[in-house]
């Protein structure tokens, strides 16, 4: 019997200690081996294949997304999920498993999705689905449109490189087909379903997602108040489900996921819905369990994102949070249409401004500091406003591919503790870019370096004030304010990915990350 399984048997010590009890004996100290044995153990009883398993998952208790062979049954396959993603390739010569697509585009784009609870049995030139109870499901496939070619390097050393160099694609695909620019509105595609009606409904919104999408999300709440003047909260969805169970009233939870398959962010959705909530889902993968459980859906369309440091999708997620933004103003009537209109040029104007990141002299900015950054144990990122979430997302770049310890802080927290930290080995990088917060970023620029400590600072190209605050200075195009942070953190992107290669780090794949985080 040859089981493969991704996920969490939450009761294995128990099954282990019944089928030790039953005379199997144990090899590995995984939960994955009491699986196999459990089905071994039907198998020795006359069980069929799919019987076995059916009886087998009966019993565990937990996560799993499961493929199981056994030797008296070579053409089948059985697959099943619970919670752990799996998809079913199915092809012109044969049906494949895997936990997402982008393993199978080089056999098949055609795909069907297994949800919570089924399994599935495959054979050579036929699919078959279950739900719990052993009731036979039809589903049709759907269709990725990624070809092989978008999931392969194209030339670049790394997944990670080429994905920051996808952004401004990632603009055009994600935004350029829903600008309404005649109208100065925005419109999304059916599977958003919320009308101007049911916009002018909501009263609130929470945003909830982890990790880099967090801080999209965080970004997203400032877009939505200064476009539609609607207030919000952001919450680490982990800790959703420790807080006080409140009316969920008028509200409209904001889940941001690149996967659509992260354990906290689903919980959450489900927690969300337990209490009569209703939940949007913003998400890159079609077919992904938040893309079926969410009530209303904005697709980014940054194609497969490989890198576990997320790039790409961070942009166009924000680029989705900055178009949901003026839809809701624009629903809710406090953004007219000259506004929108106004909004949407500056999304437009984006594309062409964002060439400079690409171009050789802010690369060679860029490394010229990473050569100091390597160097240094820790340092802290420092942002006001839309700039602290960015604040926030460089130094989880910096510490996920180069394992140098960073802290992401809003700028106005210095007096109240880090500035204790200041000297020559913990440098700041600060966000400093034109706009409300300048001033009071240029000052907290003097103060670190009046304390000896070095400074690596994001701002306009050409700001003489910033370059003679800084050590380094990292050049961006000044464009509008709200958009300020699809530039700013593009550089930061690159400072960790040159970093992280002086280092010799593993790249696409850094210690003990994985891509989706499909356990709590
Ligand atoms: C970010 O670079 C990390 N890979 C991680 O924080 C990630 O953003 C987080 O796990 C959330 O993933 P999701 O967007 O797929 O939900």
Same mark, same amino acid.
């Given at each position: ?33 009491? +699986? ?36 008296? %049954? ?74 092989? %070619? ?13 994905? +920051? ?95 659509? %398959? ?42 497969? %994102? ?215």
């Amino acid at each position: 019997v040859v089981v493969v399984h991704n996920g969490i048997v939450e009761n294995y010590l128990e099954l282990r200690e019944w089928l030790v009890s039953e005379g199997h004996t144990f090899s590995t100290e995984t939960d994955t081996e009491a +699986i196999a044995n459990l089905v071994a153990w039907s198998l020795r009883r006359g069980r069929s294949l799919h019987e076995a398993v059916q009886d087998t998952l009966e019993r565990l208790e937990g996560s799993y997304g499961m493929v199981v062979m056994a030797a008296s %049954e070579p053409h089948r396959i059985i697959v099943a999920r619970q919670d752990s993603p799996l998809v079913i390739g199915v092809g012109p010569h044969g049906r494949y498993a895997a936990s997402d697509m982008p393993a199978l585009l080089p056999l098949t784009r055609d795909f069907v999705v297994l949800e919570n609870g089924e399994h599935a049995v495959l054979e050579p030139q036929a699919h078959r689905i279950y739900d719990r109870a052993g009731r036979v499901i039809p589903r049709e496939s759907v269709r990725c449109d990624w070809t092989p %070619e978008q999931a392969e390097k194209q030339g670049f050393p790394h997944f990670m490189l080429k994905e +920051i160099h996808e952004q401004p694609d990632v603009l055009a695909r994600t935004a350029f087909e829903r600008c309404l620019d005649l109208e100065g509105d925005v419109s999304f595609e059916e599977g958003f379903g919320l009308s101007d009606a049911a916009l002018r409904g909501i009263g609130r919104l929470r945003f909830m997602a982890m990790g880099t999408s967090l801080h999209a999300a965080m970004i997203g709440q400032q877009l939505a108040g200064a476009l539609a003047r609607l207030p919000g909260e952001t919450l680490n969805a982990s800790e959703f489900l420790y807080s006080a169970e409140l009316e969920e009233g008028d509200a409209l939870t904001v889940v941001v996921s690149q996967s659509g %398959e992260t354990a906290d962010s689903l919980r959450a959705l489900r927690e969300v819905k337990r209490r009569g909530g209703r939940v949007l889902g913003i998400c890159n993968v079609r077919g992904s369990t938040l893309a079926r459980e969410a009530d209303h859906l904005i697709f980014t369309h940054c194609g497969p %994102e490989i890198g576990v440091a997320s790039t790409k999708a961070f942009f166009g997620q924000v680029v989705a949070l900055y178009l949901l933004a003026i839809r809701l103003g624009r629903a809710r009537g406090v953004l007219d249409a000259a506004e929108g209109r106004a909004r949407l040029a500056d999304l437009r104007g984006l594309r062409h401004r964002m060439e400079a990141l690409f171009e050789p002299p802010a690369l060679a900015a860029v490394r010229s500091a990473a050569e100091f950054l390597a160097g240094v144990r820790s340092c802290l990122f420092l942002g006001r406003a839309l700039q602290h979430p960015v604040a926030l997302e460089g130094a989880l770049k910096l510490k996920e591919i180069s394992y140098i310890h960073a802290e992401g802080y809003p700028a106005g927290e210095m007096k109240h503790g880090p500035i204790a930290l200041i000297d020559p080995d913990f440098p700041v990088v600060a966000l400093v870019t034109p706009g409300r917060t300048y001033e009071k970023m240029l000052s907290n620029l003097q103060e670190v370096r009046a304390r000896g400590g070095r400074v690596i600072a994001v701002a306009a190209s050409g700001d003489a004030k910033a370059a003679a605050s800084a050590d380094f200075l990292l050049p961006v195009p000044a464009v509008p304010e709200l958009l300020a942070p699809l530039v700013t953190v593009v550089p930061l992107q690159f400072l960790a990915y040159y970093t992280a290669l002086l280092l010799g780090r593993d790249i696409d794949q850094p210690r003990n990350l994985a891509k989706s985080v499909t356990v709590e």
